[in-house]
């Protein structure tokens, strides 16, 4: 999983599904509670969750990343909505992953400026509108197909000149649940953050959503 996850001259630990969670959110027995779990409901098809980890120095240049990339990682966050997949060269973004929601949980104790999740405040409204406007009309089955790369970027830019950065540090116990159209990234590492030799690691999961794209897109 080393080899193969850790990114950002090892101060990234991507480590998609790395995590052994059962498809109800449970590890090894102990069971996924709590307000955020009340919120979600009971769920049998949850894949096991992302175990992103952040080390000290984060962030670093990408292996094949340029440097307008890597630029983006350090002063914007690296702020995405999730979903949105880079194809083809040069890249393009098109819809091909639908979450219900982003579930964050926190499994390490750090300071606030250890790489926190970041969100910007109703950045979910925005670009739910600019999706339903480039694919709204479209039937389902062309969305990946789609390039919404210019209308994403334009959304995005708004988000950045008119929505509040929100850092969201979380200490273990804690839960984030996100709109899975929110913008979000991760902080760089401040000069003088601590955290334990596994860094600062949080799990994340994700499902696929099981609603039509046409609710999906519209949600309330």
């Known amino acids: ?22 498809p109800n959110g449970s590890v090894s027995g102990v069971p996924l509670a709590g307000p955020a779990k009340d919120r979600i409901g009971a769920r ?11 080390y000290p120095g984060y962030p670093q240049p990408r292996a094949g990343e340029k440097q307008a990339a890597f630029g983006y990682r350090l002063k914007r966050d690296a702020a995405h909505m999730d979903g949105l997949i880079a194809d083809g060269e040069p890249k393009r973004r098109y ?7 982003i579930l ?15 969100v910007w405040e109703g950045s979910h ?18 969305w990946p197909y789609i390039d919404i790369t210019d209308v994403y970027q334009t959304a995005r830019k708004r988000v950045f000149e008119t929505c509040r950065r929100i850092p969201l540090f979380t200490r273990p116990g804690e839960a984030v649940l996100l709109n899975p159209f929110l913008l979000h990234g991760v902080a760089p590492w401040q000069q003088g953050s601590v955290a334990s030799r596994d860094g600062r690691m949080v799990a994340y999961l994700r499902p ?5 794209g046409h609710d999906w897109i519209r949600q309330k």
Do not use: N
């Open 1 to 22: 999983m080393i080899s193969k996850w850790l990114q950002c001259q090892g101060t990234w630990f991507v480590g998609v599904d790395a995590l052994p969670s059962s």
């Open 44 to 54: 049998d098809d949850l894949h096991p969750a992302q175990l992103s980890i952040i």
């Open 95 to 101: 819809l091909r992953e639908r979450h219900d929601w």
């Open 104 to 118: 964050g949980l926190a499994l390490t104790e750090t300071s606030p400026g250890a790489s926190p999740l970041v």
């Open 125 to 142: 409204l925005i670009l739910q509108s600019c999706m339903i406007e480039a694919l709204g009309h479209l039937p389902e089955a062309d």
């Open 208 to 212: 696929e959503s099981r609603e039509s």
